[in-house]
């Protein structure tokens, strides 16, 4: 024989009549002789009869149609604006690279003009030293503008 509990969890399979004949009469044995139990079927009995009484109503295909369409425009609506959340990161991450190797190549033509001068001005340098020095770093320009540019 069942405890009330294990029989609580049946009753509905017994109000839709989806359990073994066995089964069954073992539910509606307890149920004559447990009023707890009884009482509780008897309400989930009110309540699913209740229910199979509610009319549904019939929609027309023009609602459907609507209805459909206003949840594809919203999940369209959402999809957008999730591809406007992650495209700013990357628009300001691209930005912030161009800035740093724009930044980072002048730097680096900077210091080679500030050698050049150096070189220009640097009194312990002969001309021809000078001449060289000269032509040294106007070729490397020369190669760097033409690998980069």
């Known amino acids: ?3 009330c509990k294990e ?7 017994y109000y839709y009549d989806e359990i073994e004949s066995s089964l069954k ?7 004559d002789s447990c009023i707890s139990c009884k009482k509780e079927y008897e309400s989930i009995e009110k ?12 929609l ?22 999730s591809y406007k959340i992650w ?36 009194p312990e340098i002969s001309d021809t030293e000078l001449s060289d020095e000269i032509n040294t770093i106007a070729n490397e320009v020369i190669i760097e503008e033409l690998l980069v540019g």
Do not use: W
């Open 1 to 3: 024989m069942k405890n």
């Open 7 to 13: 029989i609580k969890n049946l009753l509905i399979e």
């Open 25 to 31: 009469e073992e539910v509606r044995t307890h149920l």
């Open 47 to 58: 309540t699913l009869n209740h229910a199979l009484e509610i009319k549904r109503p019939i």
């Open 60 to 81: 027309s295909d023009s609602f459907k149609d609507d209805f459909y369409y206003g949840i594809k425009e919203k999940m369209n609506k959402k999809l957008l604006q």
């Open 87 to 122: 495209q700013l990161p990357v628009i300001v991450s691209i930005c912030l690279l161009i800035i740093f190797v724009t930044i980072n190549y002048k730097k680096n033509n900077i210091d080679e003009i500030d050698a050049i001068y150096m070189a220009l001005t640097s």
